[in-house]
């Protein structure tokens, strides 16, 4: 028996996952949120043209 005051599992939210496929966030933002827009792009970059760079040590 549930005591009062106390949920039910069936009565809990769902957690939610956009997943992957969605892309960037198009929701309407600040220049904050676009300037870190930015820099996460420009870091995903790099971080993809040194992975594929060969090893020089």
Not at 24 to 46: I, W
């Amino acid at each position: 028996m549930v005591s009062p005051g106390t949920k039910d599992s069936s009565e809990e939210g769902t957690i939610v996952n956009p997943g992957t496929i969605e892309g960037r966030d198009t929701s309407v933002g600040d220049e904050g949120d676009d300037a870190n827009e930015l820099r996460f792009d420009e870091e995903e970059r790099l971080i993809k043209e040194q992975s594929l760079r060969p090893e020089t040590d």
